[in-house]
């Protein structure tokens, strides 16, 4: 069965190792993972995503700053948080993306919260909002129509990430607390299509 036909089954696989540059106690999951603690490891510091989008969590529960994981390796806390202006050196809890599709994604943004205001609606990545047209730094809510999307604070892909997927909250981030359980602005200024 080819890796592609796999994916479109729902088939996801990460490796998760408790120390950087994929050392100490290693673990394959399939399926979301809501604390590592309670599988015998006290963090995560490096990873392997082998197929299938995931999202990882600062805290247990899926809790506190995300960060995108796309297929790739991961031996150390900056493969994962990039340029972000949050510095976290493990993660505690990870889940699966199941609904990105690279080829259909669709998301409006709105000037103000609950849908209000200006509204731009997009199907592509964009490294600058301001650049194509986007007069603000902020953006008060987001109504994502299909697949999944990762907002960042900065331009070109920079800052605090917000995963905002169309099987979540359906698709509806009516203010900026909605998009993270960590946001502490609205300021969103680059936005991209997770990748699958």
Known sequence: MTTHHMETLGHFKITVWEEENFQGKRCEFVMECSSIMERGFRKIRSLKVESGPWVGFEYPEYQGQQFILEKGDYPRWEAWSGNSAYRTEHLLSFRAIKCASHSDSKVTL??????????????????????????????????????????????????????????????????????????????????RRVQH
């Open 110 to 191: 709105y000037e103000g919260e609950n849908f209000q205001g200006r509204k731009f609606e997009l199907s592509d990545d964009y490294p600058s909002l301001q650049a194509m047209g986007w007069s603000t730094k902020e953006v008060g809510s987001i109504k994502v129509i299909s697949g999944a999307w990762v907002a960042y604070q900065y331009p070109g892909y920079r800052g605090y990430q917000y995963i905002l997927e169309r099987d979540r909250q359906s698709g509806e981030y009516r203010k900026y607390s909605d998009y993270s359980t960590q946001a502490h602005t609205n300021q969103i200024q680059s936005i």
